[in-house]
C-alpha cells in the first residue's frame, strides 16, 4: 500500500463524521459533501507527517471551510431569496439524495437546524464544534480568529439564543437583517397552556380532525397570509375545514414537517422539509382558543423572525 493510499484510506475511516460536522454547519447535504470532497483536497496537498491527530486536523479544515462558505453565502444575500429558498425546498439544483438529506436532518432536529440558521457563522461554528462534538475552545479559537474566552462567549451566547433565552435580542444575520423586534414574551404558565393548544391543533391537523380543530378556535379566528395572494379567511368553520384536509392531504404524502417552536416569544409552527425553512404560523392565543394565525412564507420576513428551540 502506497502512503496515498493509506492517507485515502484514514479519509475515508473520518468521512461520516466530517460529513456530520460539515451538515449541521451549513444545513445542506450537497454543500457539506463539497466541503468534505475540499477537506480531502488540502489533506493530499499537504504535509502530514507531523500530524499526530488526523481526525482532530481533518475536523478542523472542514470547519474552516464550512466556516467560509457560510460567511460567503451571507455576502451573497443580493441574490433573489424567493429562488434561493425554493431551490433548496424541493431539493432542486441540488446533487444531493433527498432521503439522505431527510436522514441527516431528523438526526440534528428540524427545529434544531431552522435555528442554527438564524446564527451569525462564528457562532454556528462555536455552538457546533463545542456543543456537538465537544472540540476544546482552545482549538475552537483559532478557526474564528478570537481568543478561546471569546470563542466561548460566541458559543455562550449562540446557545441562548437556540434556547429562546436570549431576551429580546435578534440573531440577524441571514439575509442582511439586523433589526431587533420588541415583543412582549410569555410567561412559563403561559407558553406552556399555548404548547398544549399548538400540539394539539397539530394532532388533530394530522388526522383530518375537524371537529378537533374547531374546538381549538374561536368563532371569529382570522388566518392571515403573505403569499402569492395575501388575503384572509375568517371564521372557525372555514379554517378549520381548510386545516383538515389540508394537513390531511400532507401527512398522507409524507410532505407534512410542521414542528412545534417559539416564534418571537410564543408558541408556534414551523414548518421545515429537511431543516429549510419553508413557512412559519404564528398564533395569536385568548382564553385557551386561537383567535388569529399568521402564515409566513415569504423568504425575507422569515429570515426576520426570532425562532427558538421548545424543550420537550
Known amino acids: 500500500m502506497t502512503e496515498r493510499d493509506d ?87 441540488s446533487g444531493a439524495d433527498p432521503e439522505q438529506e431527510a436522514v441527516l436532518a431528523d438526526s440534528v432536529g428540524l427545529a434544531m437546524l431552522v435555528v442554527l440558521d438564524t446564527l451569525e457563522p462564528a457562532e454556528r461554528l462555536a455552538l457546533v464544534l463545542h456543543d456537538m462534538f465537544a472540540v476544546p475552545f482552545d482549538e475552537i479559537a483559532p478557526i474564528v480568529g478570537r481568543t478561546p474566552a471569546a470563542a466561548r462567549q460566541l458559543a455562550s451566547r449562540a446557545r441562548r439564543r437556540v434556547q429562546g433565552l436570549g431576551g429580546q435580542e435578534k440573531a440577524g444575520g441571514r439575509a ?22 399548538v400540539d394539539a391543533f397539530l394532532a388533530a391537523a394530522r388526522v383530518g380532525d375537524f371537529q378537533g380543530l374547531l374546538a381549538l378556535l374561536d368563532l371569529d379566528v382570522v388566518l392571515r397570509s403573505d403569499g402569492v395572494a395575501s388575503r384572509e379567511i375568517r371564521g372557525a368553520t372555514e379554517y378549520a375545514r381548510r386545516a383538515a384536509a389540508g394537513g390531511k392531504m400532507a401527512a398522507a404524502s409524507g410532505a407534512w414537517s410542521p414542528q412545534p417552536a417559539l416564534v418571537n416569544g410564543a408558541v408556534g ?33 422569515l429570515q426576520d423572525l426570532d425562532l427558538a428551540i421548545l424543550s420537550e
Open 7 to 93: 492517507l485515502a484510506k484514514r479519509f475515508e475511516e473520518n468521512r461520516s463524521h466530517l460529513r456530520a460536522v460539515a451538515y449541521r454547519m451549513l444545513g445542506s447535504l450537497s454543500e457539506a459533501d463539497d466541503a468534505v470532497q475540499e477537506a480531502w483536497i488540502r489533506l493530499s496537498r499537504s504535509d502530514t507527517s507531523a500530524v499526530q491527530n488526523l481526525s482532530g486536523w481533518l475536523t478542523t479544515v472542514v470547519a474552516r471551510v464550512s466556516l467560509d462558505m457560510l460567511r460567503s453565502r451571507k455576502a451573497r444575500r443580493e441574490e433573489p431569496l424567493d429562488e434561493v429558498v425554493d431551490m433548496r425546498a424541493d431539493g432542486s439544483g
Open 176 to 197: 442582511g437583517i439586523g433589526r431587533r423586534d420588541t415583543y412582549a414574551r410569555a410567561s412559563a404558565t403561559e407558553l406552556r397552556h399555548q404548547r398544549e393548544v
Open 269 to 301: 409552527i414551523i414548518v421545515a422539509p429537511r431543516g429549510h425553512l419553508t413557512m412559519v404560523l404564528q398564533f395569536t392565543f385568548q382564553n385557551g382558543k386561537i383567535v388569529a394565525v399568521d402564515a409566513t412564507t415569504d423568504p425575507a420576513r
